[in-house]
C-alpha cells in the first residue's frame, strides 16, 4: 500500500526552555505531525514531560500532536494527555501490562491508537494487536534519550509489518523513531516505514525547513524505487 510520507520532528530534540515555539517553528518549517516524546523515569531510565507541557504545546500549532508514552502506566494518564490534546498515544508493548484494554481505551475516546515495540521485541509479539491499531511504532534504537545510533537490525521487521499490513490490507502507519536522518531513510522507507520521526536531524540542523525538504524527497524517491 502506498502510504502518505509524513516528517514527524521530535521535540525532545528541541529548546527545552521555549517548547511551544519549537512546536511552532516546527509547523512554519512543513512538518506533518510532531513527535512528543513523555518518559517516566521508570520504563526508560530519562524523564521528560508532562501533560501541563502537551497542553502549552497545543495552544501554539494545529499539527497533529503525535504523543509517544514511554511509560509504564498509560491507563493512568491516558486521560490527561487526552485532554491536553493529544491526537495519538502510542504505548509500549513492553509494559507487561492489558494492551488491548487500554488500546481499546484510548480507540473509545477518538483519538489514534499507537503500538511500540522495541528494537529487540519480535514482530510476531506485535502481530496480534495489528487490526486494533492506527499506528505501529518501531524503534530504532533504544528507547530513552535522542541522538543514539540507528539499530540496522530493525530493517527486516520493518520489512515484515509492511508485508503484514499489505497482506491484511490494513493501513496502520508504520512509523520509525531513532537515527532517522538523510542517511537512514532511504532504507527505512524502502522497508516500508511511512512516518519518519527525527530529533536531532531536524532540531539539530542549521535551517530546519531544508532538513525536512531534504528528508521528505528522500523519501519520496525511495518509495518510488
Ligand atoms: C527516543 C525518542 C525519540 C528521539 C529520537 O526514546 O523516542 O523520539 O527523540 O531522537 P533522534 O532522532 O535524535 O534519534
Ligand atoms: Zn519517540
Redesign the pocket.
Known amino acids: 500500500m502506498n502510504k502518505k510520507i509524513k516528517i514527524a520532528p521530535?521535540i525532545?530534540a528541541g529548546d527545552f526552555g521555549h517548547l511551544a515555539d519549537e512546536a511552532e517553528r516546527a509547523e512554519e518549517a512543513g512538518a506533518d505531525t510532531l513527535?512528543?516524546?513523555i518518559m517516566d523515569g521508570h520504563f526508560v531510565p530519562n524523564l521528560t514531560i508532562g501533560p501541563q507541557s502537551v497542553a502549552a504545546i497545543r495552544k501554539k500549532t494545529r499539527l497533529p500532536l503525535d504523543v509517544?508514552l514511554?511509560i509504564s502506566d498509560p491507563l493512568r494518564y491516558a486521560d490527561e494527555f487526552i485532554r491536553s490534546g493529544a491526537n495519538n498515544l502510542?504505548i509500549h508493548l513492553e509494559i507487561k501490562k492489558d494492551i488491548s484494554s487500554i488500546l481499546r481505551y484510548i480507540k473509545s475516546k477518538h483519538i489514534r491508537c499507537g503500538l511500540?515495540v522495541k528494537p529487540g521485541t519480535p514482530f510476531e509479539d506485535a502481530a496480534p494487536y495489528l487490526e486494533k491499531i492506527d499506528l505501529l511504532?518501531l524503534?530504532t534504537v533504544e528507547?530513552g534519550f535522542g541522538g543514539q545510533k540507528f539499530i540496522s537490525e530493525v530493517i527486516v521487521k520493518i520489512e515484515k509489518a509492511r508485508q503484514w499490513a499489505d497482506q491484511h490490507r490494513r493501513s496502520f502507519d508504520i512509523e520509525v523513531?531513532?537515527g532517522i536522518n538523510s542517511k537512514t531513510v532511504p532504507e527505512v522507507v524502502r522497508a516500508g516505514a511511512n512516518v519518519l520521526?527525527a530529533?536531532s536531524a531536524i532540531y539539530g540542523a542549521s535551517e530546519m525547513k531544508d532538513a525536512i525538504t531534504q528528508m521528505r524527497t528522500l523519501a519520496e524517491q525511495s518509495k518510488e524505487k
Open positions: 521530535s525532545l513527535h512528543v516524546d509517544h514511554m502510542t511500540a511504532l524503534m528507547p523513531d531513532g520521526v530529533g
